[in-house]
DNA sequence: CACTTGACCTGTCCGC
DNA sequence: TGCGGACAGGTCAAGT
C-alpha cells in the first residue's frame, strides 16, 4: 500500500500520539511479521519517528530502533483514552464499510502498549495491522541502523532540497532499456515512488509510461521531476491515497485518489485533453495514462 | 547483466 | 448462489 505520502502521513499523526511515551508492553500476534525480542523494548522511552523511502521508525532509548515496513496493507493505528468512532472512520475495513473501530481485528499483527509521562498505564495502544502480512516490524541498534541492508542502495529523498533533475536523470540513465514508468518505481532511482505515483507523474509530465528512459529528453526528465515533487506534495496534502486499505493513525482514509488524473480511472475522461484513460500491464504491475496527451 | 515472472498472503470482485 | 480466476498500494528471489 503506503507509497511515500502514505508513509508520511502516518508519520506525522504518530509522533504527535507517542514521543515521550514509554513503552509498556508489546503483544505480537503473528511471530512471521516480527524479528527481534519484543520484551526487549519494555521500558523505553519514544524520542522520535522517522521516515525513509516507504519505511517508518520509532528511536528509543536505550539505543534502541523499531522500524516498519507496511508493503501492501500495512496498517498503523493509535487508539486513544475513551475514543469513539467517527463516521469515517474504517479501522481495518475499507473505504465504504461503516464498520467502527474495534481494535484489535483479525488482521492485527503486533500492539504497543505505554506508559504515561505521569508513569501510569495508558489505554492508548498502537496497532501494526497487515491482512496480507507482507508488512515487517524489525528492532535494530539505533547506532547501527546505517548498516541495515533494508535502509541500503535507497535513492534520494524527493522531497529534499538536494534532489535535482540532474540527479533524477543520472539514476534514471541506470535503466536505459526499461520503461519510464517501471524505472521511476525502482527505490535505488528515487525513494518513495510506487505504483499509484508512478502513473500520476507521468501523468503530470504528459510523458507516455511506455516510453524507454534512453529516449527520454532532457526537458522530459525536468518535467517528470517537476511531477514527481508536485504530486507528492499534494498527496500528502490530501492525506495519502486510500484504495482499500490505507489509513491514518487515527483510522481515517486518504483523499488523493479523489484528486487523481489517471490512477483507478480506466474508461475516464482525460483531465487534459478529450482522450480517455486507459490501463496497462507493465512488469506485472497496472499503469493509467492517457495515450493521446502523453507522448 | 538486464529484465521479467513468481512468490509471499488474504480478501474482494467479476464472469460464467 | 457458487466457484474459479484475476487482481490489489511492495519487494525479493529465481528464471529467461
Redo the contacts with the bound molecule.
Keep these: ?3 511515500l505520502p ?1 508513509v508520511e502521513t502516518i508519520r506525522r499523526g504518530l509522533e504527535k500520539k507517542i514521543i515521550g511515551l514509554t513503552i509498556h508492553k508489546v503483544g505480537v500476534l503473528n511471530s ?1 511479521t516480527f524479528f527481534g525480542d519484543p520484551q526487549i523494548l519494555w521500558g523505553k522511552k519514544v524520542l522520535k519517528v522517522w521516515r525513509k ?3 517508518l521508525g520509532i528511536d528509543l532509548t536505550g539505543d534502541l530502533s523499531i522500524v516498519f ?5 500495512g496498517q498503523l493505528i493509535y487508539i486513544g483514552n475513551r475514543q469513539q468512532a467517527t463516521g469515517d472512520r474504517l479501522i481495518g ?2 473505504p ?1 464499510s461503516d464498520m467502527k473501530g474495534q481494535m484489535p481485528n ?2 492485527t499483527r503486533v500492539i504497543f502498549e505505554f506508559i504515561d509521562p505521569r508513569g501510569e498505564i495508558s489505554e492508548g495502544k498502537l496497532y501494526f495491522n497487515d ?4 508488512g515487517w516490524v524489525k528492532l535494530v541498534q539505533s547506532s547501527k541502523i546505517k548498516d541495515q ?2 535502509l541500503q ?1 535507497l535513492g534520494p529523498e524527493p522531497l529534499e532540497k538536494e534532489f535535482s533533475w540532474e540527479i533524477l536523470k543520472n539514476n534514471l540513465l ?6 519510464i514508468k ?2 521511476l ?1 525502482d ?1 535505488s532511482v528515487v ?8 502513473s500520476e507523474v507521468l501523468f503530470l509530465a504528459r510523458v507516455d509510461p511506455r516510453k ?3 529516449a527520454l529528453s532532457d526537458k522530459e526528465f525536468e518535467k517528470i521531476y517537476q511531477g514527481i515533487k508536485k504530486s507528492l506534495e499534494v498527496a500528502i496534502e490530501k492525506g ?8 491514518n493513525i487515527e483510522g481515517e ?2 483523499y488523493f ?1 479523489d484528486y487523481a488524473n489517471v ?2 480511472k480506466e474508461g475516464q475522461k482525460c483531465h487534459g485533453c478529450p482522450g480517455k484513460v486507459e ?1 496497462i ?6 499503469t493509467y495514462f492517457c495515450p493521446s496527451c502523453q507522448k
Excluded: C, D
Design positions: 500500500m503506503p507509497e502514505e512471521k523511502a516507504k519505511m515496513h507496511l508493503k501492501m496493507t475495513g475499507h465504504t483479525s488482521s491482512q496480507r502480512k507482507f541492508k533494508f542502495n541506470r535503466h536505459k532499456n526499461l520503461p517501471v524505472a518505481m527505490q525513494s518513495g515512488i510506487g505504483n499509484i505515483y508512478a524507454k528512459v534512453a495519502g491515497s486510500t484504495r482499500a486499505h490505507f489509513v482514509r486518504g485518489l490512477y483507478g490501463k500491464t507493465q512488469a506485472g504491475r497496472g
